[in-house]
Every structure is written in C-alpha cells, then in structure tokens.
C-alpha cells in the first residue's frame, strides 16, 4: 500500500499537460488524500463563492501516476476499494451563473444570476450522515453518506490538455454517483504510462448535479491499479458486480446519450457474442440511464445493463472479480 497526499503546490488542476507525481506498477495499490472541488476555500456559510472560488483553480487533482508498462491502446484499469471522508464538513454552493437551472456563460439569457449561497453540511460518522440545513427555510434532515469521486481520468489524445472540469473520452468530470467503492474503471491509455489522477470527492450527490456542486469533501480513496494490454475503451467504462455500464459526455445530452449506448451496444454485442442489431435489441429494453451531471462543460450520460439479463460472460479476462479478491486480501482499512 502506498500513501500519497499532495501539498498545495502539488495540486493539479487539468488531465495532461503535467509530470508525473510518482511511478506505480501494476497491481499497485494506493491510498490517496484529495481536496474538495473548493480547494477548502468554502467553510462557512458566510464564505461565497464569489469572493473565495477562482474558477481556474477548482476541483484540485491528485495526481498524475504514471502506470509503467501502460502504452497508448491499452486499458488502464482502477478498482475503487474504498471512498472514506477526510474531513467532518462538506460544503455545496449555487454558484453565479453555473448550474443547470440558470443561466450560463453557454446558455445565456438576460436575467441575473441566481443568489449566491453556500451551505455547509456537517457529518456524523457514527450515523454515517451529512446534515442539510435549508438557509432560508426552517428545515434540517441527515441525508445518508454515499461517498463518490467527481473525477477520474487519464491524460487525453493528441497532446491535448483539458480542465479538470471537463468530462470527454478520457474520463475526467464525469460526477456519476456510479463512481463508488466496489466499482471498477476502464479508461483507454492515450499516452505513455497512462497519466491518471483523481479527485473531486463528492460525500453523496443527486443525479445529474442539479446546482453546479454536490456535497463536495476531501476525500481519502483507496484504489487498485492494473493494466490490461490493448483493448481500450473508446469512452469510460465502469464495472460493478451487478452491472455493466458505458459513459457519454458531450453537448446535447442526446448526443451524450447516444455516445454511451452505441458504446454498451458494442461491448455487449462483442463480450456475449451477439450480432450488434441482437445486442441492439436487447440493451434497448434492459438499460437504465442515470444522467450523471447537466452541468459540466459537456453533460455526462450513463448507460448500464444488469449482467443477469446478459449472456454469462466476463469482460477483460474477469479482471473485477480478480480485483475485488485481491481488495478484499487488504484487510481492514
């Protein structure tokens, strides 16, 4: 097990475009500490966005890791064991134009920005809650803990270097609640060693990320690194023991939509041996569709099938099942 937590000047802010915090090998495993999408700059409700929050410097990475032995068109594989808050506070904010039910610097219309407002959400570990309390209303209620990463992705194509606020094919801000402990992400490696970094841990968030932020909190995730040779993804996949799952992240949300069912049509159609127009068929009456967030700089769009209603088959090798094993071998953590 190695540890990392980075100093503030470690921080990073974009996938590629940046060196290497360490080299790992695969089979690795990781226990790495990361900040809230704030930076911590939000800790009171008196703290506004606007006057602490530099959008060029939000949602902070940990990371990259170079993966040794990772070229590009291989499959980067990340097993999230475990996802534990670092911190007894979370903090959600309605950030001025940003957000899906206001207008934006893309969605522009003449009426002001909506209020400016933090809330700060206390935790209790012992009863594995967050507390919302309304700022304008008389109301409080424990929400339950469901601890998410924001973020995960590897460094893109082309030499590209994109903010750590963009979801695309390499991963990054996709805030899908899917993106939890006992999952496992396959990311196609673009460039040599893979680059990975994560972050943006979320204490718990509703689909699709209504407001801009979730629960956002420094996050301690302990994770599993392995590689499988070729075979990468052309978008972000996520494994659980109950579900296959393909993510789209694009502008419309349709086009995000398609993205992520083209790329679970193709997956089934290939891992269960299934014409493409069976796998079609089948996938159009057995998929679920969480949308992840409506807020980004492209909207992502999972799209997720039961194993139980596919043909028995296992994908890259059983390397999930491998994974969960070998999580499990970690002991208490």
């Known amino acids: 097990m190695i540890e ?12 590629g475009g940046v060196a290497p915090q360490m080299r790992v090998k695969p089979g690795t495993a990781l226990r790495l500490w990361s900040d809230d999408a704030f930076g911590g700059a939000l ?6 966005s606007s006057a602490k929050v530099d959008l060029r410097f939000v949602n902070p990475q940990t990371g990259p890791f170079y993966v040794e032995g990772a070229e590009p068109g291989d499959t980067l594989v990340l097993h999230l064991v475990d996802l534990v ?16 039910m206001t207008g934006t610097d893309r969605t522009v219309n003449l009426q002001p920005a909506l209020p400016d407002t933090t809330w700060i959400y206390e935790l209790d570990r012992d009863r594995n809650t967050v507390a919302f309390t309304a700022r304008h209303s008389d109301h409080r209620v424990e929400l339950p803990v469901e601890p998410m990463l924001g973020t995960v992705g590897v460094a893109p194509a082309g030499g590209e270097v994109r903010s750590s606020l963009v ?3 390499f991963g990054g801000n996709m805030d899908t609640p899917e ?5 496992t992400v396959y990311l196609g490696v673009n460039v040599e060693g893979a680059m990975f970094s994560v972050g943006d841990g979320h ?14 909190g420094a996050m301690t995730t302990t994770l ?6 070729g075979h990468a993804p052309g978008w972000p996949r996520i494994e659980t023991d109950t579900h296959l799952m393909a993510i789209g992240s694009s502008r419309p949300m349709e086009d995000s939509w398609r993205i992520g069912n083209a790329e679970l049509v193709h997956w089934v159609s290939e891992l269960c041996g299934l014409h493409v127009m069976d796998a079609y068929q089948l996938c159009s009456q057995i998929a679920q569709v969480p949308v992840a967030n409506v807020v980004d ?3 992502s769009v999972v799209v997720k099938a039961a194993k139980r209603l596919l043909p028995r088959a296992e994908a890259y090798g059983g390397i999930h099942a491998e994974l969960r094993a070998r999580a499990r071998s970690l002991g208490p953590l």
């Open 4 to 15: 990392f937590t980075p100093t503030r000047e470690q921080y990073v802010y974009t996938f």
């Open 85 to 100: 808050p670092a911190r007894d506070w979370a903090a959600s904010a309605a950030i001025p134009f940003f957000g899906g």
């Open 167 to 169: 979801p695309d094919r």
């Open 297 to 299: 700089a492209n909207y």
């Open 224 to 229: 599993i690194v392995d590689l499988v040779k």
């Open 203 to 216: 204490y718990r968030q509703g689909e699709g990320e209504a407001c801009g932020t979730a629960v956002e």
């Open 43 to 48: 800790r009171t409700v008196e703290d506004l």
């Open 179 to 183: 993106m939890r402990a006992g999952a």
